[in-house]
Every structure is written in C-alpha cells, then in structure tokens.
C-alpha cells in the first residue's frame, strides 16, 4: 500500500506519519496561474518560502512532495502567450523548492509539463473524470505516470479490475480516492470543479469568500436521505485489501483542509485496516461546514434546522456487515437504479446514527445563503 496525502503545511505532521506507508504529501498555494481543486479559504495561506521548507522537512522524513495544479477550468487563458510564460516560471521556481511532480487535470498542462520537464512526475487528477480504458491509454501516450480514477468507479469492481490490467500494460499507477464524500450520481460535479477553477485561478472571477453552492445541495441530500452517505463512493479501511487483490494498492486521502490531529488519524486507519469509531472522523465529510455556514448565516428557521444537524450524523464503522462490499463485485450501481435497488438503504438503517431530533427530510436547498439574487420565492422554492 501506498498512501498520497493532502498536507495541511504543518512540520509537526510529517513526524507523525513516518513509519506509515506515506509515499508522497501534496498541497499547494491557496491562488496560481491554473488553480487547483480546494477552495483557497479552506486551505493554508503559505508563501514559497513555508512551502520550501515544508517540502524539504517531507523529503527528510523520505517523503516527496506533489504540487497541485488541478484546475480543468483555465479562463481561457491557455490561448495567451502570457499564461504560459507565467506557467513555465512557476513550474522552474517550484522544482527548484525542491518540488517533486505535479497533479493536473488540463491534459494541455500535462503534455507542456512532459515536453519541458520529461524526468518530472505528472499524476492525472480525478477532476479529468477517468472512468474507462481509451482514457487510460491516451493519457498514457501523453506521458502520465499517475492516473486518479473518478470516484465515480470507486465500487465498480469488474471495471477497475480490466483498468489496473490495461494500466499495468501502458505502464501508468492507479490511484483511488479513499477518503472522498461527494454525492453519488451528483449533477453539480462539472458545474462544481470548474466553480473551483474561478476560486483558485490568480484571475478567477468568483467573489472573495465565496461558500461553494454545490456543497449546499450535496448536505442537503444527505439530510434528506442518509441513504446518500452510504451510496457514496469512499472506501473504509477494512475494504483497501479488496482493491489490493485487483492490482491497486494506491490510495488518496484528501486532507488538504484537515488538522493534523484528523489527518494523523486517517493515516494511521488506512495503515492498519481498521478504524472502530465515525467513519465520518477520517472522511472527506461537509457537515462541519454546513453547521458553521448555519451558525453564520444566524438563521434559525425550521427549514434550516438540519444545517446545523449534520455535523452530528454518525456512520459506525464496527457496525458493517463484514461481507458488505460484495454486492459491488457482484452488481455494477451504473446500470441500476437506486430507487429501487435499495441495497444502501439497508445498510444505512445499521450503520447510520442521526443526532436527537433529526429528522430525513429537507423541503428545498437554500442557496440564498451563498449566491446574491437568489430569493427565499420562486425559482428557490423550485430548486429540489
């Protein structure tokens, strides 16, 4: 096993990983010339200097360091010559911090990274949304060495078995995403990373302080039906050992916006295969966001009232069956139906601890808290 950690910049954190399978850490600045995939208020404010002596404390520690670039949305901006200009001396400045690759998503941006600086390692982000073979192999062609699966595929076992073999072919490493709570079968994916884009580009256009609307309706989703929570694609730790025996033995914990003490403890569950407490404890979870948006918003009305319930929602992990994952190896959830399937649902009943006085149940989302022009009528109360 090898693990790819999103590092938070704190020195102290690297002490408490070593003698864990961490192979690499990766963060970046909060603005680029490209943006990357966090949003820059949820992540460390760190100048080149922070980031050189971080990246020299991980080397010691026999860790190396990827830099995130992993925007899809570039304003356009790839049809300048000054972007690229700026591109090439960020890339020179930031190896020479001692930087050791690059995550990307812009396949542009991966071709100019290998043809300037072939030696240099490239992992292909999963907001490129790799789910099938071709996609493999042309990335591969292009000089990838590292391809993050969409999530999408994360529970998808016949796929990702036929992709570890055509990887191994083409000679480029899979890596899944461990730790991610995105909304299965989300419509607000693309509309979401390319939100991030505007957020993180040195010229994007989204307001400062901005809260990202599609985290809005994917809370809400859960609070609705915490089914969702289940149908989600992370993977608990317990069930690494089932993706190890297909060929993939990579995994991402996305912890970029995480305390040490959060990030120390996922670590250490992914190491050991197992974790007794919150699955949602070493998760990628928004509840503690949606909770203070709530606290902020100083709006206490009824329709509102799970915002600040969901940071309260409980998956217990010692609660799984132990032979929960094999109706993923033996169905395939993108060609069935939810609705009526229903196979998370149950699980959900075993695993799922709603906090006093929840209830499933949201009328509508409320983007007005986020997005100006946005009425509490109308369109809003259409908006589920």
């Not at 966001?289 to 329709?303: C, H, Q, R």
């Not at 709603?354 to 409320?366: A, D, I, K, N, Q």
Request: net charge neutral.
């Amino acid at each position: 096993m090898e693990l790819v950690v999103g590092t938070n910049f704190d020195d102290s954190l690297v002490d408490a990983i070593r003698g864990y399978p961490v192979r690499y850490l990766f963060g970046s600045h909060r603005k680029s010339p490209t943006g990357h995939g966090r949003s820059p208020s949820s992540v460390p404010d760190v100048d080149g200097a922070r980031l050189r002596v971080h990246v020299s404390v991980a080397h010691s520690a026999g860790i190396k360091f990827l830099y995130a670039m992993n925007s899809v949305n570039l304003g356009g901006n790839e049809y300048r010559d000054e972007f690229w200009r700026r591109l090439d001396a960020e890339v020179e400045e930031l190896l020479g911090m001692g930087v050791d690759g690059f995550i990307v998503a812009n396949p542009l941006i991966l071709e100019r990274l290998k043809r300037e600086h072939p030696g240099t390692e490239v992992a292909v982000s999963s907001f490129a949304k790799v789910t099938y073979a071709r996609e493999l192999e042309r990335l591969a062609g292009m000089g990838a060495d590292v391809v993050i699966m969409h999530q999408s595929r994360n529970r998808n076992f016949r796929v990702l078995s036929e992709l570890a073999r055509v990887a191994s072919r083409v000679g480029v490493e899979l890596e899944l995403i461990a730790t991610d709570v995105c909304l299965w079968g989300c419509p607000f994916f693309e509309a979401h990373i390319n939100l991030m884009g505007e957020a993180t580009r040195e010229d994007g256009r989204l307001p400062p302080g901005s809260f990202g609307y599609p985290f809005l309706y994917c809370a809400a989703s859960m609070a609705d039906d915490p089914a969702n929570l289940v149908r989600s694609r992370w993977i608990r730790p317990e069930d690494v050992a089932a993706y190890e025996r297909i060929g993939i033995g990579r995994f991402k914990i996305g912890s970029r916006r995480w305390s040490t003490e959060k990030i120390v403890r996922s670590v250490r569950a992914y190491s050991e295969g197992r974790y007794d407490g919150n699955l949602l404890d070493i998760l990628e979870y928004m509840g503690g966001f949606v909770s203070a948006l709530a606290s902020a918003s100083g709006n206490a009305s009824a329709e509102r009232s799970w915002m600040g319930a969901l940071g309260g929602i409980r998956i217990e992990n010692s609660r799984f069956p132990r032979d929960w994952m094999r109706f993923f190896m033996e169905n395939e959830c993108e060609t069935m139906s939810c609705e009526e399937c229903r196979y998370c649902d149950g699980i959900a009943r075993s695993v799922v601890r709603l906090p006093e006085g929840m209830t499933p149940g949201v009328s509508r989302v409320p983007y007005e808290l986020v997005i100006r022009g946005w009425s509490d009528s109308g369109a809003a109360d259409r908006a589920r």
